[in-house]
């Protein structure tokens, strides 16, 4: 079965750090891109980045570019996304998701569960 | 910058169909998905490559993307089917989403 596992929930404080982890499974690894999507509470999904764990192709969107950091490890398959200084407009659930098999379009198939980001003094 | 626009609501009668639509300029051009995400759960592909299903979701989801407007539409909608739903592009190596509808179904 093919499996996104992400990292469990966080509270931070403005300032802080956080990385956090999406892990697949059950499937070859390095051969699909794997996206990031914040949902803000009660909002819509915004597409943050994608990255191709192979060579670690990655790709920003203009409005995450310099916001987050997303980086992959292929020895233990595993995805990451990362603030060095967080904020309260960071509060949000973040998802990590498989692009599907296609050369000419961008989907994404399988969804991990999703990490719930709560910033807060 | 590319933009998907969706209407926020929509509502259909149980057994009847539901049309949920997706503008963009020149969207025909492009292949668009569909997602459902219903409270509390993540996103889930019901449509992809404008009509294409993936396995385990039901016939009677389909899509289509002619000219300017992608859309999803339901069939003899259900309860079970009342969720957000999100069309979603590809433009210029960059993922694009629309702002989502409401579907309700009462």
């Known amino acids: 079965e093919v499996q996104l596992v992400q990292s469990g929930a966080e509270v931070k404080k403005p300032g802080e750090s956080l990385k956090i982890s999406c892990k697949g499974s059950g499937y070859s690894f390095t051969d699909y891109w794997i996206a990031w999507v914040r949902q803000m509470p009660g909002k819509g999904l915004e597409w943050m980045g994608i990255i191709y764990p192979d060579n670690s192709d990655t790709r920003y969107s203009p409005s995450f570019q310099g916001q987050v950091t997303i980086s992959a490890d292929k020895s233990i398959t595993t995805a990451y996304l990362q603030w060095s200084s967080l904020k309260a407009s960071d509060t949000a659930m973040y998802y990590c998701?498989?692009?599907?098999?296609?050369?000419?379009?961008?989907?994404?198939?399988?969804w991990g569960k999703g990490t719930t980001v709560t910033v807060s003094s | 910058s590319y933009e998907l626009t969706q209407s926020p609501s929509v509502s259909v009668s149980p057994g009847q169909t539901a049309s949920i639509t997706c503008s963009g300029d020149?969207?025909?051009?492009?292949?668009v998905c569909w997602y459902q995400q219903k409270p509390g759960q993540s996103p889930v592909l019901v449509i992809y490559q404008n009509n294409k299903r993936p396995s385990g979701i039901p016939e009677r989801f389909s899509g289509s993307n002619p000219g300017n407007t992608a859309t999803l539409t339901i069939s003899g909608t259900q309860a079970m089917d009342e969720a957000d739903y999100y069309c979603q592009a590809w433009d210029r190596s960059t993922v694009i989403f629309g702002g989502g509808t409401k579907l309700t179904v009462l």
């Open positions: 998701a498989k692009r599907g098999r296609s050369d000419h379009s961008f989907f994404m198939d399988v």
């Open positions: 020149k969207l025909g051009d492009k292949y």
